[in-house]
């Protein structure tokens, strides 16, 4: 849901094998916000604060409430207090990131919740808020917010768009008959299912466009090279991603990446096949294997 780019929708055409398909670009003008606090003033000056800006907003009382609103709606941004009593915000937090990983929540804290609002942050909260916070850095952080889910969803949607494209062109040179073989003078990067493409920086699994940080992929890069050995947090930090890993533990670090990889490429990340741990050495690449 593409919020902030005003109320006219927009439409991209792209061409794929002589065929015209037209992807909607701006889908609505307004962005749906869940306020979620069990203090009837602070939902009240929440509330407010960004109706101003013509944002549409719903409020509950609890988590449970929260949760059965998440169930049958979506929305673009949630501010979530963290204590809330019959469900914690936490578990909240976890919950809408499942329905929706480019929601935005902002966390509500007090002063002395600051160990809750960081590990929040590390479950992918965007950012935090102190109670009472002024109506002007709730809309400034708001705004900052829905800016971040527009980058995302644009990015998503565009790679979308590469990867129709680039099945059409699969489809033209399947029907192109013969091609004499490729030298790519190692360009491609192949394991299985996944081909990787260095020039262009992109990584597809099972015909499917990875979507990928920097990080992410320069890291899937080293240790498809270096398989069948694993390699070590200090290894990964230095290889893939140039980190003087000497000034601090690489371990959280290389685990945090580690995490987010395997969110995108395995069938099932809490039992990887494609990256495995190796106890006492690492991470190694499996390519798929049991």
Not at 26 to 42: A, F, K, M, R, Y
Not at 165 to 185: F, K, S
Not at 271 to 286: N, Q
Request: overall charge neutral; charged content about 25%; aromatic content about 4%.
């Amino acid at each position: 849901m593409d919020c902030l780019s005003g109320a006219a929708a927009g439409r991209l055409k792209v061409v794929t094998a002589g065929e015209s398909v037209l992807l909607p670009t701006t889908p609505s003008p307004s962005c749906h916000i869940l306020i979620v606090d069990d203090e009837p003033g602070i939902r009240l000056i929440l509330e407010r604060a960004l109706r101003r800006q013509g944002h549409v907003t719903e409020t509950a009382v609890d988590g449970r409430s929260a949760l059965q609103l998440l169930i049958h709606k979506s929305y673009d941004l949630i501010l979530l207090d963290l204590h809330l009593g019959d469900l914690d915000g936490l578990s909240l937090l976890k919950a809408a990131r499942e329905q929706d990983e480019d929601v935005v929540v902002i966390i509500l804290t007090g002063q002395g919740s600051l160990q809750s609002a960081v590990e929040a942050l590390r479950l992918g909260a965007f950012d935090y808020l102190f109670k009472p916070a002024l109506p002007e850095a709730i809309r400034q952080r708001v705004q900052e917010g829905l800016q971040h889910r527009q980058r995302a969803l644009r990015r998503r949607q565009i790679l979308a768009q590469i990867d129709m494209l680039r099945q059409t062109l699969v489809q033209l040179d399947q029907t192109a008959g013969p091609v004499a073989p490729n030298m790519d003078n190692g360009r491609f990067l192949r394991s299985g299912p996944l081909v990787i493409d260095r020039y262009h920086r992109a990584a597809t699994l099972d015909d499917n466009l990875l979507d990928l940080t920097t990080a992410e992929f320069d890291i899937l890069v080293c240790l498809i090279e270096s398989a069948p050995e694993p390699l070590s947090a200090q290894q990964i930090l230095n290889r893939a991603l140039g980190y003087d890993s000497d000034r601090f533990d690489p371990g959280d670090t290389a685990k945090w990446h580690i995490h987010h990889l395997r969110r995108k490429i395995e069938p099932d990340p809490k039992r990887p096949t494609y990256i495995k741990t190796v106890r006492y050495k690492g991470y190694l690449w499996a390519g798929g294997q049991l």
